[in-house]
């Protein structure tokens, strides 16, 4: 791989951690301010969203340091470069429907940044490929998960 391959693919991967290490922050977060009567099942399933996204996160740091990279270590920094720019989430719990759209939102952004690292690695990386489409598989499930609530 050449250097400057090499560069851009650190950088591609260290958008991967950034954006997952965020979007489990935030699922948790979600999970924690729904509220109301019918919340229970939601909280629960953005707490398990939330841990599947940290292991996305450890899957992408891990693979930074095996490619001999630095991963990025400061917040401040995951939120310059998250592959969805960071905005406040939602304050209102008891407001389902926004907490589902908030989530759908970043699951939207994730699949097309997977979309576009499972391409531009298909015939340099195989390890990254095959990682961006298993992190790309899960997701299009929590996309589809959260888009069937809004039916
Ligand atoms: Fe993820
Ligand atoms: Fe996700």
Request: no cysteine; glycine share 6%; aromatic share 6%.
């Amino acid at each position: 791989m050449s250097v400057k391959k090499e560069s851009t693919l650190l950088e591609d991967l260290n958008q991967a951690l950034a954006g997952e290490t965020l979007a489990a922050f935030r699922y948790l977060y979600l999970s924690k301010i729904a509220n109301g009567i019918s919340s229970l099942p939601l909280a629960t399933m953005f707490q398990e969203i939330a841990r599947e996204e940290w292991a996305h996160a450890s899957a992408f740091m891990g693979r930074i340091v095996q490619l001999g990279g630095v991963p990025v270590s400061r917040p401040a920094e995951m939120e310059k470069r998250s592959f969805l720019s960071y905005s406040e989430p939602p304050r209102r719990g008891n407001d389902l429907k926004a907490l589902v759209k908030d989530g759908l939102k970043l699951e939207r952004a994730s699949i097309e940044f997977f979309q576009k690292l499972a391409l531009k690695t298909r015939d340099s990386d195989m390890i990254t490929h095959k990682m961006a489409m298993d992190v790309l598989a899960h997701e299009a499930g929590d996309e589809q998960k959260l888009a069937a609530l809004l039916d």
